[in-house]
């Protein structure tokens, strides 16, 4: 791999030579007199500059910066290269050189710098800086700290004005700089910064040098650039950012590789513009290749190996498990994964991740297929070394070569735990090189060694959509609880418009509710502020729950013909008019919010209608054009496949639809008359309900009904009618109210067929209901439903049913 120089390399774009005479080096002023000045593009007029002496200077922003493939800096050279370049005639030059990083120069935080309160921006916003002048992982004392997704290194510039030809420094301009790159690990992009603190200014320099910094990044990459190029003057005790974003998008298989620099431009009053370049030293990698996140990016420096780091201490979480894997790497012949054992004259062997799943389950299989649990050792699990998510486990370079333990199992579960966090934590994907270590005290937090969070998830669960599934997962780390947030993917397709909330993200225990059916990667990610956010999954199976239809029915209504279980409108039992329109509702409830619902109707008199629903609701009219009992059933599906039926009875008459008259008598089965449950006999009826000429109903003026048990007590005599039934097929229904025995209270309804010639009796006490139910005094049918149609009427033992159309 290339590696891009960190070292400045300097180019002198253009450089001014002046016949001057020999000035001696001017005093610091106090501050410079000119406020902003605006300069076009080109060289810039240099004795206009001077006259104003500007605090800054802003020019037209590069076109070039974006599409270039390459630094700004053309022609490498130091300050040793242009002063033995033989000058062609006297004059004064600028240039670079690099010198070690001396921190007595700078003060301890950039809070507390005495010329300058606050920062000055380069390129971006205002920095609020905290932890001194660059992040805490970035080691102060160290010239560079280099991390799987972070580099840091600090350096010393010197921008030095020479007299030409002889080479006498004029004046000088110190600048200490930090210059670190954040890399994410859950997007293909970063964060590029430079820190420069002015720690001293001499002669020709002091309010004279000028300096604007850019981050660069190459082609196929994305970075944040100002509209414009501004120049800060560089002062005594200034404080300097810059910061960038950039991105290098890809393909979810695509990897990318890439460097970032940053172009330093120096525009001295006297020597013009100098420009030099300063880079990251590793590439870095981004891709979309973490099982873990498919859906997502992220880039790492892939040249840095990282360490997976396990404690023996008694108060370790995996003892045993880390105790097993320092075994592990000392018995097994190559020692993989331990960077401080391997044979004489040979390179320590890195472990390298595997995520095939079936070459995964193999090196499990080679290794702990044939285990057989130690009664010895308490809740005994197999434990295997290299671990089986590595081209080194056992199916992959032989058992042999592996190791196998004794682990109790909540040790040994532990520590996949975090052997899966640390995958993560490191966007270790597969073929990626890593090291595992022990250590006898606690995993602690401190240079260079501040673990990420240990996070999970939780167990995968089934829940259902519209109700709140309970979510109780755990984040921890050694300086205290990170922040985490909760998040989710489809795991395949979903209806669109499916959304699913938690009731607090940003707790470890929530709630999940979904609003469509599907399955769903659930991840909770936890971050210290330090360390790359730390993932762990679980996986939802949301199921469809079907629709509901109204609200549930009394205790009193009729089983047979509202088995459905709810409510419609019109009511069970309610009278209509033939040839009058019946207003259907049928109100229900989805919990699936997402969900889209299909009505279908049955009327009961060979029709039917389908239709979507609209606003929670199946509401539809109907004419009925004869009379009937009619059972209206109401189904609603959703479009995942579920649905409900529900039913309601209604009573349709028609004042000129003819009579009915009747005289006969039926064996009473027992059972019938409730009271006597053993009395049976002949049941006498007789009933001849008409709608006198001119009646509306549905109250029939004339006849009436009557009825008696032989041997029984039991004697009914109509005293009021309310509706009276004769469809067009010859047959009859009639309800009213009647006496029993002589006593008030009680409902009948008779039903009559003929040819063949049956009949029916109902009778329950009113104080159960204006319409029979499971409460009756006498039923010779009492299985049967109450519509006319399911009847069930008994032949007559004798007489006959006359319908009269």
């Known amino acids: 791999m290339i590696r891009s120089l960190r070292h400045p390399v300097v180019v002198l774009a253009t450089v001014v030579l002046m016949a001057v005479t020999p000035t001696p080096a001017r005093a610091a002023e106090p501050s410079p007199s000119g406020g902003q000045a605006t300069i076009t593009a080109g060289t810039p007029d240099l004795d206009a500059l001077r006259e104003q002496q500007?605090?800054?200077?802003?020019?037209?922003?590069?076109?070039?910066?974006?599409?270039?493939?390459?630094?700004?800096?053309?022609?490498?050279?130091?300050?040793?290269?242009?002063?033995a370049t033989p000058a062609e005639e006297p004059g004064v030059v600028g240039c670079i050189r690099?010198?070690?990083?001396?921190?007595?120069?700078?003060?301890?935080?950039?809070?507390?710098?005495?010329?300058?309160?606050?920062?000055?921006?380069?390129?971006?916003?205002?920095?609020?800086?905290?932890?001194?002048?660059?992040?805490?992982?970035?080691?102060?004392?160290?010239?560079?700290?280099?991390?799987?997704?972070?580099?840091?290194?600090?350096?010393?510039?010197?921008?030095?004005?020479?007299?030409r030809p002889e080479n006498i420094p004029l004046g000088e301009a110190w600048l200490s700089y930090w210059e670190w790159e954040e890399l994410s690990n859950k997007r293909r992009t970063w964060t590029h910064t430079i820190q420069m603190y002015v720690s001293r200014v001499t002669g020709l320099a002091v309010l004279s040098t000028y300096l604007n910094a850019q981050?660069?990044?190459?082609?196929?990459?994305?970075?944040?650039?100002?509209?414009?190029?501004?120049?800060?003057?560089?002062?005594?005790?200034?404080?300097?950012?810059?910061?960038?974003?950039?991105?290098?998008?890809?393909?979810?298989?695509?990897?990318?590789?890439?460097?970032?620099?940053?172009?330093?431009?120096?525009?001295?009053?006297?020597?013009?513009?100098?420009?030099?370049?300063?880079?990251?030293?590793?590439?870095?990698?981004?891709d979309s290749e973490l099982p873990e996140t498919p859906l997502e990016g992220g880039c790492v420096y892939d040249d840095i190996q990282p360490e997976l780091v396990l404690s023996k201490n008694a108060n370790s979480d995996h003892r045993l498990h880390a105790e097993f894997v320092e075994q592990a790497q000392h018995t097994t012949p190559d020692h993989y994964g331990a960077r401080h054992l391997s044979q004489p004259g040979e390179d320590p062997k890195p472990l390298q991740r595997l995520t095939d799943k079936d070459r995964k389950a193999k090196n499990y299989q080679a290794s702990c297929g044939d285990f057989r649990k130690d009664p010895a050792v308490p809740n005994d699990s197999c434990d295997e070394y290299p671990y089986q998510s590595t081209y080194q486990g056992s199916a992959e370079i032989g058992r042999a070569n592996t190791a196998v333990g004794h682990v109790p199992l909540e040790h040994n579960t532990a520590?996949?735990?975090?052997?899966?966090?640390?995958?993560?934590?490191?966007?270790?994907?597969?073929?990626?090189?890593?090291?595992?270590?022990?250590?006898?005290?606690?995993?602690?937090?401190?240079?260079?060694?501040?673990?990420?969070?240990?996070?999970?998830?939780?167990?995968?669960?089934?829940?259902?959509?519209?109700?709140?599934?309970?979510?109780?997962?755990?984040?921890?780390?050694?300086?205290?609880?990170?922040?985490?947030?909760?998040?989710?993917?489809?795991?395949?397709?979903?209806?669109?418009?499916?959304?699913?909330t938690f009731s607090d993200p940003d707790g470890t225990s929530t709630t999940f509710v979904c609003n469509d059916d599907g399955s769903f990667t659930v991840t909770l990610t936890a971050d210290d502020g330090v360390n790359m956010p730390v993932s762990d999954e679980l996986v939802a199976e949301i199921r469809n729950v079907g629709p509901r239809i109204g609200r549930q029915l009394p205790d009193f209504a009729p089983s047979a013909a509202d088995e459905g279980g709810s409510l419609l409108r019109p009511e069970p039992w309610s009278t209509h008019r033939a040839g009058e329109p019946v207003q259907l509702t049928a109100p229900y409830d989805d919990p699936g919010g997402n969900d889209t619902q299909t009505c279908v109707v049955v009327w009961d008199d060979g029709s039917e209608d389908r239709y979507p629903a609209r606003e929670d609701n199946c509401d539809r009219p109907h004419t009925y054009q004869h009379a009937g009992m009619d059972t209206i059933a109401v189904t609603i599906t959703d479009d995942d496949g579920d649905s409900e039926l529900s039913h309601t009875m209604i009573v349709v008459y028609d004042p000129e639809g003819g009579f009915a008259t009747t005289g006969a008598w039926l064996d009473s089965p027992a059972g019938a008359l409730t009271s006597a449950p053993t009395a049976a006999g002949r049941l006498h009826v007789t009933l001849n309900p008409m709608y006198k000429p001119g009646e509306s109903g549905p109250v029939p003026g004339g006849g009436k009904v009557s009825a008696s048990l032989d041997g029984a007590g039991f004697s009914l005599d109509s005293t009021a009618l309310e509706w009276l039934v004769v469809t067009p097929d010859s047959k009859v229904a009639v309800k009213g109210t009647a006496t029993v025995g002589g006593e008030a209270g009680y409902g009948f309804v008779a039903y009559g067929y003929d040819d063949p010639d049956?009949?029916?009796?109902?009778?329950?006490?009113?104080?159960?209901?204006?319409?029979?139910?499971?409460?009756?005094r006498y039923d010779n049918r009492a299985s049967a439903g109450y519509d006319l149609d399911v009847a069930d009427l008994q032949p007559l033992g004798a007489g006959s049913v006359q319908v009269h159309e």
Request: aromatic letters at 8%.
């Open 415 to 500: 520590g996949g735990r975090r052997l899966q966090s640390f995958y993560v934590a490191n966007r270790v994907i597969d073929g990626d090189e890593f090291w595992v270590s022990t250590t006898d005290g606690p995993i602690e937090d401190g240079p260079g060694r501040d673990m990420p969070p240990e996070v999970w998830a939780g167990d995968d669960l089934v829940g259902f959509e519209g109700a709140d599934v309970q979510l109780n997962g755990s984040a921890e780390d050694a300086q205290g609880p990170p922040d985490v947030h909760w998040s989710y993917t489809p795991r395949g397709p979903v209806d669109p418009g499916t959304v699913c």
């Open 758 to 776: 049956k009949l029916r009796l109902v009778v329950w006490p009113l104080s159960a209901g204006d319409h029979p139910g499971t409460q009756t």
């Open 98 to 163: 690099r010198a070690p990083a001396d921190p007595s120069l700078v003060p301890p935080n950039p809070s507390t710098a005495g010329t300058t309160a606050g920062v000055t921006s380069l390129a971006a916003s205002d920095w609020n800086v905290e932890n001194g002048p660059v992040p805490r992982w970035c080691q102060l004392d160290q010239l560079a700290t280099y991390q799987r997704m972070r580099e840091c290194h600090a350096d010393t510039f010197l921008f030095t004005v020479y007299k």
């Open 215 to 286: 981050g660069w990044c190459g082609l196929n990459c994305d970075v944040s650039t100002p509209a414009e190029t501004r120049y800060i003057l560089l002062t005594e005790g200034k404080w300097l950012r810059g910061s960038w974003d950039m991105g290098r998008p890809g393909g979810a298989d695509e990897r990318k590789y890439g460097s970032a620099d940053t172009d330093l431009t120096f525009l001295h009053l006297e020597t013009g513009i100098t420009r030099a370049w300063t880079a990251i030293e590793f590439e870095n990698r981004c």
């Open 54 to 83: 500007p605090s800054e200077i802003v020019a037209p922003a590069d076109p070039a910066a974006a599409t270039r493939d390459k630094p700004a800096a053309q022609s490498p050279a130091d300050c040793a290269d242009v002063l």
